[in-house]
């Protein structure tokens, strides 16, 4: 690694590096990116990075060229399972207690009055050898260390083993820096998200928990009331009826708003999302995803209509509705609940009373969606329900 850097051209790089970094919001795939980006603009041959939970540092993710061709990724990845106690014993310990850099350039003659020592029972285990060590706290501005990357190996232009060069310091600090506000970005994202999303199937399931009671409350009231001739008996079954009524508006206002979260957190969602629909590159397309719904629309799955109950969590592999593409597990799965038999402010009081008792309210059609898909498809369903005033609506368009 020559001695002499470029510094412009080197910032100009790690600019373009923050700008990728905190652009990502997924939590479970930028550990990776920070990593593969640090080694990559240091020239190491491997690195680790931890990411701080409480009193431990736990991987977050390992690279390594030289052991990967070796024993696979998968075999690599299953040796670095543990997480470390956050103690000067170690390196990254160290580091996170410290908050300084540490730069070794031999991790193997690190003198005995140092607190930290190299531990070399995974040089042993796997036959590879530790040399350079370039080890960097996760550092917010408060001081606060959310974790720690350590860079293994540095090799020169000629591939050879050599110490990470102390030039690079200030940089890598401010490469960390970006790193760090990544991590925090993506955080509170999926803070965002499991808030929204919780709140979202607690107003479902109350919704529907409250919904049929609160039917045959307010029905065998009224039912109640037709044999009552008191006066003060009338007033007070009035009142229950009214209360009734009050409950069912609430827990269905509360079900909106918690509606128009998600819809909210959906369409956040979409700005920052990076994957794209499998198996056509012109379904990377946007209108393409909505001619996919529409598509779906008219087939009938799913339906022009809002759905009976809508819950959202992560990818369960089955396939979408719109696009036909498997939901994968680190994406979004939109699934909606259609209950055929349904009642409707039009259906008569003892029509209801009388479905309930027979339970007939069980037909029931599900629909798993990507959260992209499900919203092209609730885009087409609202253009189908108010058209704009120069267009006629889809149902009479030839």
């Known amino acids: 690694m020559s001695s002499s850097l470029d510094r412009s051209q080197l910032l100009k790089e790690l600019i373009q590096i923050g700008i990728g970094l905190t652009s990502e919001r997924d939590l479970a795939s930028l550990p990776g990116r920070i990593l593969t980006e640090a080694r990559r603009f240091t020239h190491a041959e491997a690195g680790t990075l931890y990411l701080r939970d409480r009193d431990r540092l736990q991987f977050a993710a390992v690279q390594n060229?030289?052991?990967?061709?070796?024993?696979?990724?998968?075999?690599?990845?299953?040796?670095?399972?543990?997480?470390?106690?956050?103690?000067?014993?170690?390196?990254?310990?160290?580091?996170?207690?410290?908050?300084?850099?540490?730069?070794?350039?031999?991790?193997?003659?690190?003198?005995?009055?140092?607190?930290?020592?190299?531990?070399?029972?995974?040089?042993?285990?796997?036959?590879?050898?530790?040399?350079?060590?370039?080890?960097?706290?996760?550092?917010?501005s408060t001081g606060n260390v959310i974790g720690v990357f350590q860079l293994i190996n540095a090799c020169d232009a000629r591939n050879q083993i050599v110490?990470?060069?102390?030039?690079?310091?200030?940089l890598i600090r401010a490469f960390a820096s970006l790193a760090t506000v990544a991590v925090r970005n993506a955080r509170l994202e999926q803070v965002a998200r499991t808030a929204v999303r919780s709140v979202t199937s607690l107003a479902t399931r109350l919704a529907d928990e409250v919904s049929n009671p609160l039917f045959m409350i307010t029905g065998n009231t009224e039912l109640l009331v037709t044999e009552l001739s008191d006066p003060t008996s009338h007033q007070r079954a009035d009142a229950v009826i009214g209360a009734a009524e009050t409950i069912r508006d609430s827990v269905a206002r509360l079900n909106r708003i918690a509606q128009l979260a998600l819809a909210d957190q959906l369409r956040a969602e979409q700005r920052w999302d990076r994957?794209?629909?499998?198996?056509?590159?012109?379904?990377d397309d946007e209108s393409i995803v909505r001619e996919l719904a529409r598509a779906a629309i008219q087939a009938g799955k799913p339906p022009a209509r809002s759905p009976s109950r809508t819950f959202v969590?992560?990818?369960?592999?089955?396939?979408?509705?719109?696009c036909g593409a498997p939901i994968r597990q680190g994406q979004t799965e939109i699934e909606m609940v259609y209950t055929e038999q349904r009642l409707t402010e039009q259906t008569s009081l003892r029509a209801m009373l009388e479905r309930l008792r027979a339970q007939s309210e069980t037909e029931e059609q599900r629909y798993q969606?990507?959260?992209?898909?499900?919203a092209a498809w609730e885009f087409e369903r609202i253009k189908i329900e108010r058209p704009r005033p120069d267009e006629p609506p889809e149902r009479e368009r030839s």
Do not use: K
């Not at 110490?163 to 310091?169: A, G, I, L, R």
């Not at 969606?369 to 499900?374: P, Q, T, Y």
């Open 65 to 140: 060229d030289a052991l990967e061709r070796r024993l696979g990724e998968q075999e690599m990845g299953r040796l670095f399972q543990s997480d470390l106690p956050i103690s000067e014993r170690s390196l990254a310990g160290y580091v996170a207690l410290s908050r300084e850099v540490l730069r070794l350039s031999d991790a193997n003659e690190i003198p005995t009055d140092r607190p930290y020592a190299f531990n070399p029972a995974f040089d042993a285990q796997t036959g590879y050898r530790t040399r350079s060590v370039l080890a960097v706290p996760l550092q917010e």
């Open 163 to 170: 110490p990470f060069d102390p030039d690079y310091d200030e």
């Open 275 to 283: 994957w794209a629909i499998p198996s056509s590159p012109r379904q």
């Open 313 to 322: 969590g992560a990818g369960s592999g089955a396939s979408c509705a719109v």
């Open 369 to 374: 969606l990507h959260s992209r898909c499900f």
